[in-house]
């Protein structure tokens, strides 16, 4: 016998087994034990939170020959039949591949058919919402004056793509996100019954990375059981390709600390162990979440899926952020996360990564908002080496040039070179051009082929790649401060950065220009 997935193996029965979803299951069993029956039903809700095993026990229980309290028995006939998926008038229709007019029209011309083994004719339609303006209009007078032995057992995950003429005629029925206690019981009861073992923490991990949707959950867990017999809160986060709450806490913390080395270190270990980008996004963005509810909300109860000690962690880290901040993150990694769709996610975080590291970066209110706390609080805009801020104490006070603009006659003169003038005088450039490969790959591609000369204070570059004065323009370049703490790394001390200007050759000088001259004066 084929294997069946535990989604499949456990979907509920009778109403009473449908979890998380009383409101509903609750009215349904009230209305079927009294005998009244809609004839237009319509489940909306979020993936995996029941819709259609509800739909299926719906059809079930009116059918059932002896019902007891509105739950189908299991045990008659048509019970059976409905359960070995062998009565003819229970229709499924997928909405997404039959969406069409004639799919509808056909539809139709089933109505007209009394049942051939049970008292009613069934049609769910899986995914409405996908069905064409005109499908929607050929059902319309259906749905609404159907054969007494028609039920329709509409289902979507968008009820608002609905026409308002369709929702009108049926009875709705919202399903909630199954909360997340509910899912680690069911978690815990079905690997009691399969003989395996699922600890405390993996099954709350489980049921947060479902969100609220029991399918997700038990699909997690058939993926876990695949691999061990005993599922961990490591084992979740391995098959799922998460993070983990560990990468999580140091990301926050570099970022917190404006830490931009060890959060981009953080990113390139997890893409090289296979975590998805937009995945990583998406919990590092649950993670500011849950730092955001800790720092809003005082009481002990707080609306956060984590375990007892993650909660302390989080308290912990609430006190150290100020909520501008907090709420800045989670405003980049949103709008992260939707670039993502069309962008190189990898490249896309990484973006956001650094301007969460460094507000100077950001022209938002609130990042100029915090470069103003951090001055004055006497904080750096962005972390230095000890080496790098033991330099700069030795220099004298002066404002550094922009690269974009003219350096001053003396600086922009040519610099010395050796004996045979032909070498630049900063031999060592090709070693800082190593160091800047491991530490800012990007500044390092667009400086191939470049040279360096010294001249006093200044450490002047010469570069082929036009895009170089764009990268290191800004005052408070990440580019501009990783090109200088490479050139102090190898040199031994630290420079300003300037453009290298090649010295003009004057007429006077140039004497293919002189030869040209006299050749006119002489008409030749």
């Not at 139709?108 to 058919?113: L, N």
């Not at 490591?234 to 970022?255: P, Q």
């Not at 990484?350 to 004055?376: F, G, T």
């Not at 420079?495 to 001259?517: N, T």
Request: glycine share 4%.
């Amino acid at each position: 016998m084929s294997y069946k997935a535990l989604y499949r193996k456990y979907r509920p029965q009778t109403f009473s087994d449908v979890y998380g979803q009383d409101h509903i299951t609750e009215t349904l069993k009230a209305e079927l034990a009294a005998g009244k029956i809609s004839h237009a039903y319509l489940f909306t809700g979020t993936r995996g939170t029941g819709k259609t095993s509800c739909a299926k026990i719906l059809a079930r229980a009116v059918n059932c020959l002896f019902s007891a309290g509105g739950d189908p028995c299991l045990e008659c006939e048509a019970c059976r039949l409905i359960g070995d998926e062998e009565a003819t008038d229970i229709v499924e229709i997928d909405a997404a591949s039959n969406n069409g007019i004639d799919d509808v029209r056909e539809l139709r011309e089933q109505t007209a058919f009394s049942p051939t083994t049970l008292k009613y004719r069934v049609f769910i339609i899986d995914e409405v919402h996908m069905l064409s303006i005109q499908a929607f209009n050929a059902l319309l007078k259906t749905i609404e004056e159907p054969p007494e032995h028609v039920i329709f057992i509409l289902a979507t995950t968008e009820v608002h793509k609905l026409p308002a003429t369709i929702l009108s005629r049926c009875q709705r029925f919202d399903f909630r996100r199954i909360a997340t206690e509910k899912i680690a019981e069911r978690i815990n009861y079905i690997a009691k019954k399969e003989g395996f073992k699922v600890t405390e923490n993996a099954a709350t991990l489980i049921a947060a990375a479902a969100d609220g949707g029991m399918r997700d959950a038990l699909s997690i867990l058939d993926l876990c059981v695949s691999v061990s017999s005993e599922v961990t809160q490591e084992l979740v986060t391995e098959v799922c390709g998460m993070s983990g709450n560990e990468y999580l806490n140091r990301m926050s913390d570099a970022i917190l600390k404006g830490d931009c080395d060890e959060a981009l270190t953080l990113v390139d270990t997890l893409h090289k162990n296979s975590v998805d980008m937009q995945r990583l996004a998406n919990e590092l963005c649950s993670h500011f979440r849950d730092i955001m509810v800790c720092k809003a909300v005082k009481g002990e109860n707080k609306p956060i899926i984590a375990s007892k000690q993650q909660i302390e962690i989080l308290n912990e880290k609430a006190k150290s952020f100020d909520i501008k901040d907090i709420m800045r993150a989670l405003s980049l990694l949103s709008a992260s996360i939707s670039e993502m769709q069309t962008g190189n996610r990898r490249s896309v975080f990484e973006m956001a990564v650094i301007k969460l590291c460094n507000p100077a970066l950001c022209s938002d209110i609130d990042s100029l908002e915090k470069r103003v706390r951090r001055l004055e609080s006497g904080a750096p805009i962005s972390a230095e080496s000890k080496e790098e801020k033991t330099a700069k104490a030795e220099e004298p006070v002066k404002a550094e040039e922009p690269i974009n603009k003219e350096l001053p006659e003396s600086v922009k003169a040519e610099p010395s070179k050796d004996e045979n003038n032909e070498e630049p005088l900063v031999e060592e450039w090709k070693e800082i051009l190593k160091v800047l490969k491991t530490s800012c790959p990007l500044i390092a591609g667009v400086l191939d082929g470049s040279r360096a000369f010294v001249s006093g204070q200044y450490l002047l570059i010469d570069a082929p790649n036009p895009q170089f004065r764009d990268l290191i323009n800004n005052k408070n370049s990440i580019y501009k401060d990783s090109v200088r703490k490479a050139a102090a790394q190898v040199l031994g001390k630290t420079y300003k950065l300037g453009p290298y200007h090649k010295p003009q050759v004057s007429a006077e000088e140039d004497p293919l220009k002189a030869l040209a001259e006299k050749l006119k004066q002489m008409q030749v």
